[in-house]
């Protein structure tokens, strides 16, 4: 059944943190989302001007990672990661859910997330899709949570043992009338399966949220090279963004670069600086089911071997799961979490993946 086209907006926002500003947590959170929502209200209706009479409208608004209250002051630890972290729904995306009903558009972004009943005690690095009813429709949780210092969230695999082991609890797929939308974050893109895992749940357009800091010529071709392999790959449009230059947080000339590639992996569309803005480009996801029908090369999923590749995964331990299982404990700082890494390394060491 064909899909309706659709526009697309990556929004690069400066970030404004607690801990920089000197407020309260909670009063800086509600000021945040009150600002995004003011963004939306300038970018969406300017765009759809732009767009013309008769041409698709704005039907998605993605915001980055971590963009309602940054990531800490470092050293990061697990007290002051518990002052960042909302609840989801609550009171601060309601204020972005309230714009996505009023313009009728889907709003992307993550945060870290707790409260949630079945894991107390833990903090989620979340992602999220506000519909245009002003429900979370979709929550996808970070698999691969940074090896950065700054991130102290929990992943799925920390508490595996009780997590559901459903693919498409753990890489959800949306349906809506512009295509499938996924998501995965930041560090995730650096391991493929997390998108593939997402594509062979149906996704068509990937959401990635992110918060790439460094603006380096190098950074910048790596980040470039992510996004437009994981679309690539597996033949999907992907929509990312990051900060803007935020001097009011730990990340004062944060690369932004706003993107929006297609399902071939070329870049439809890329803001070249930092300041707060947005890009736009039109998404047409029949083109892409299209292609896919008829079998051409860039379907690579059609002749994705997956029995082949499962042996490989199944007969592998790298990283250790369940390290946090037990509601009291937690990645509580940076030594602790390296800790973990360490095991990892000695997993690899002991099964001949890496030698020395």
């Given at each position: 059944?064909p899909?309706?086209?659709?526009?697309a907006?990556?929004?690069?926002?400066e970030?404004?943190?607690h801990?920089?500003?000197g407020?309260?947590?909670?009063?800086?959170?509600m000021?945040?989302?009150?600002?995004?929502?003011?963004?939306?209200?300038?970018?969406?209706?300017?765009?759809?001007?732009?767009?013309?009479?008769?041409?698709?409208?704005?039907?998605?608004?993605?915001?980055?990672e971590?963009?309602?209250h940054?990531?800490?002051?470092p050293?990061v630890d697990?007290?002051?990661?518990?002052?960042?972290?909302?609840?989801?729904?609550?009171e601060?995306?309601?204020?972005l859910?309230?714009?996505?009903?009023?313009?009728?558009?889907y709003?992307?972004?993550?945060?870290?997330?707790?409260?949630?009943?079945?894991?107390?005690?833990k903090?989620?690095?979340?992602?999220?899709i506000?519909?245009?009813?002003?429900?979370?429709?979709?929550?996808?949780?970070k698999?691969?949570?940074?090896?950065?210092?700054?991130?102290?969230?929990?992943?799925?695999?920390d508490?595996?043992?009780?997590?559901?082991?459903?693919?498409?609890?753990l890489?959800?797929?949306?349906?809506?009338p512009?295509?499938?939308?996924?998501?995965?974050i930041?560090?995730?893109?650096?391991?493929?399966?997390?998108?593939?895992?997402?594509a062979?749940?149906?996704a068509e357009?990937?959401i990635?949220?992110?918060?790439?800091?460094?603006?380096?010529?190098?950074?910048?071709?790596?980040?470039?090279?992510?996004?437009?392999?994981?679309?690539y790959?597996?033949?999907?449009?992907?929509?990312t963004?990051?900060?803007?230059?935020?001097?009011?947080?730990e990340?004062?000339?944060s690369?932004?670069?706003?993107?929006?590639?297609?399902?071939r992996?070329?870049?439809?569309?890329?803001?070249?600086?930092?300041?707060?803005?947005?890009?736009?480009?039109?998404?047409?996801?029949?083109?892409?089911?299209?292609?896919?029908?008829?079998?051409?090369?860039?379907?690579?999923?059609?002749?994705?071997?997956?029995?082949?590749?499962?042996?490989?995964?199944?007969?592998r331990?790298?990283?250790?799961?369940?390290?946090?299982?037990d509601?009291?404990?937690?990645?509580?700082?940076?030594?602790?979490k390296?800790?973990?890494?360490?095991?990892?390394?000695?997993?690899?060491k002991?099964?001949?993946?890496?030698?020395?």
């Amino acid at each position: 059944m064909p899909v309706q086209p659709f526009v697309a907006v990556a929004i690069q926002p400066e970030v404004i943190t607690h801990y920089f500003s000197g407020k309260d947590a909670k009063t800086q959170k509600m000021e945040n989302v009150r600002r995004y929502a003011g963004l939306i209200d300038r970018y969406v209706p300017r765009v759809d001007v732009a767009q013309g009479k008769g041409a698709p409208r704005v039907g998605l608004v993605v915001f980055p990672e971590s963009f309602i209250h940054g990531f800490g002051m470092p050293p990061v630890d697990w007290e002051k990661l518990q002052s960042l972290a909302i609840e989801l729904p609550g009171e601060e995306v309601e204020v972005l859910a309230q714009k996505a009903k009023q313009y009728g558009i889907y709003v992307a972004g993550s945060a870290f997330e707790r409260g949630d009943p079945k894991f107390p005690g833990k903090i989620f690095n979340t992602g999220f899709i506000i519909d245009p009813d002003g429900k979370i429709a979709l929550k996808y949780r970070k698999i691969n949570t940074s090896n950065n210092p700054r991130e102290l969230c929990t992943s799925p695999h920390d508490v595996w043992d009780n997590y559901s082991h459903d693919p498409e609890v753990l890489f959800p797929v949306l349906q809506t009338p512009y295509g499938n939308f996924g998501m995965y974050i930041c560090f995730d893109a650096n391991f493929p399966e997390v998108a593939r895992c997402t594509a062979l749940n149906g996704a068509e357009v990937l959401i990635r949220p992110n918060n790439w800091p460094r603006g380096t010529v190098e950074s910048l071709d790596m980040l470039r090279m992510q996004n437009r392999l994981r679309a690539y790959e597996n033949s999907c449009y992907l929509v990312t963004c990051n900060w803007a230059a935020s001097p009011l947080s730990e990340y004062e000339a944060s690369t932004a670069h706003a993107m929006i590639v297609d399902y071939r992996g070329q870049i439809v569309t890329e803001r070249l600086d930092n300041t707060e803005s947005y890009v736009q480009a039109a998404i047409n996801v029949n083109e892409l089911r299209a292609l896919k029908e008829r079998g051409y090369r860039w379907n690579f999923i059609m002749g994705l071997r997956t029995e082949v590749f499962a042996t490989a995964y199944t007969k592998r331990t790298c990283f250790p799961a369940n390290k946090y299982l037990d509601p009291n404990t937690n990645q509580r700082d940076y030594d602790e979490k390296w800790k973990a890494y360490s095991e990892s390394l000695e997993n690899l060491k002991r099964q001949g993946i890496l030698r020395t």
